[in-house]
């Protein structure tokens, strides 16, 4: 039992962060969404619900997009992770996605489109993996990538809320890039 | 959150090992469900064992034609998975159903079996529940309860379950397969729940220390027809008010297989054996059908905010059952 002078127990962990690796220790309570904000300085990734709700937090981690406010970073020992600031590559340049979300204007405050960022470029490459949705046809053929229509985009986009109601917006964008 | 100790071992038995010499300690998987607890307070481990690390992580084909889902294989992958989708299509239908992309790709089939209820009273610490705090009352009964249990509950506790995945999981006759100290066992899935009774506190029959390897998807179901449908408030990305899975096939006109299994209306995925006992042998007509799902709905018994929960269950379970068994040519 920790006693309340004691400090917390923590791990030494090595995790690469938009191609960089970084070595730190962390206390075992800490996310990853706060590690990148506070320990990295990379404010991309939101603090939204911090629950896994609104998606706000979305980062790429092991090549799959998931909240990053869930994900103890202790458990990230030797992961490979992308945030909003590495989605464009290592320089100023801009990812098509985020050109498309600037051509649709596909954000009101931009709050949640870090999030909605990440979430869909994860997204697109589950769909080109095969991964079916709650709206694909269950009798489509397994392991073909799966062509995406509104319907998919907003079903595959829906864990990533957005409460300026920018969604024809952000879907629009996504269509653009799939084109 | 206080702090705690961590360590992700290699072994089933380092895990077992690491668990049992850490009084307050709980296994870790995806994460979604507990290290949200945590941060409500509601779960306060002193040491986490992490499984991520565990060799549970594949899907494989038993000689005899079941499918071994390991406890860690995530839910986006378990419902991807071509031989999941060709031959069990309810299990990748609820798995789609549920949560969110980001959710699904941390959320594993062990975490998913063992996540908590989403009971608003169990997660706020100011509220009563027999669930989160043994006899401190059910603040549900009496209180905000539109989502609650029809059937099954008790004066204990009024929550459900608020897994898809499980639902279809007990239709298709699936076993979840544990490993303890003891050695390992397995069960069916649907029975895996508990109903709350006296001990709300037990959500499974899992005991002190055991782990969750895999699900058994049997030979005898794959392959057979089989759907999920969930009724939501929204279109995506919300727990079920009712859903259903079945799993039926005909041989001769007459519903030979029939495994029917509601979620969102009690503690457990709540398998209809009496609908099935009367579906069994008979041609699918829609009185037929109609007769069976009343009959396993006569048990209802519905709190003053979710009657409605009777009618949409039962019309869930008509369309489902109508769709795979349709009704029989009038001559």
Known sequence: MTSENAPAPGSEITLRVNGKPHTLYVDHRRVLLDLLREDLGLTGAKKGCDHGQCGACTVLAGGRRLNSCLLLAVTLDGAEVTTVEGLGGDGEETHPLQRAFLDRDAFQCGYCTPGQLCSAVGMLAEAAAGHPSHVTDPAAPSGRPVALDRPEIRERMSGNLCRCGAYPGIVAAVEDVIE | ?331
């Open chain 2, 1 to 331: 959150m206080n702090g705690f100790g961590y360590l992700r071992p290699t072994t089933l038995q380092e895990a077992a090992e690491a668990y049992a010499a850490h009084p307050g300690a709980r296994y870790l998987a995806g994460g979604t469900n507990l290290v949200d607890l945590m941060k409500l307070g509601v779960e306060r481990p002193a040491f986490l064992v992490d499984v991520g690390a565990l060799p549970l992580d594949g899907i494989e084909e038993l000689p005899n034609g079941s499918l071994r889902a390991g406890a860690t294989v995530r839910n986006s992958d378990l419902a991807a998975d071509p031989r999941v989708r060709d031959r069990y299509p309810a299990l990748s239908q609820a798995l789609l159903a549920g949560a969110s992309g980001q959710l699904r790709n941390a959320a594993t089939t062990g975490g998913n079996l063992l996540q908590r209820t989403r009971c608003p009273y169990f997660q706020a610490l100011d509220k009563p529940c027999n669930k989160r705090d043994p006899g401190s009352g059910c603040g549900a009964l009496e209180g905000v309860h539109r989502d609650h249990a029809v059937l099954g509950w008790s004066e204990r506790c009024v929550a459900t379950h608020p897994s898809d995945m499980a639902v279809a999981l007990a239709a298709l006759d699936a076993e979840v397969e544990l490993y303890g100290t003891d050695g390992t066992r397995s069960m069916p899935v649907a029975d895996f729940h508990r109903l709350p009774g006296e001990h709300p506190e037990r959500d499974t029959e899992i005991r002190p220390g055991e782990i969750v390897t895999g699900v058994l998807l049997p030979a005898a179901t794959a392959g057979m027809p089989s759907a999920y449908r969930k009724a939501r408030d929204r279109a995506s990305y919300a727990f079920a008010l009712a859903s259903v899975a079945v799993v039926l096939r005909l041989a001769d006109g007459a519903i030979e297989h029939v495994g029917l299994a509601f979620g969102g209306l009690a503690h457990k995925p709540w398998r209809a054996r009496r609908a099935e006992e009367a579906l069994r042998g008979a041609a699918p007509t829609p009185a037929a059908l109609e007769r069976a799902v009343d009959l396993e709905l006569a048990a209802a018994r519905p709190l003053e905010e979710n009657a409605y929960k009777v009618p949409l269950a039962r019309n869930l379970a008509l369309d489902v059952l109508g769709r795979l068994a349709p009704a029989p040519a009038v001559a």
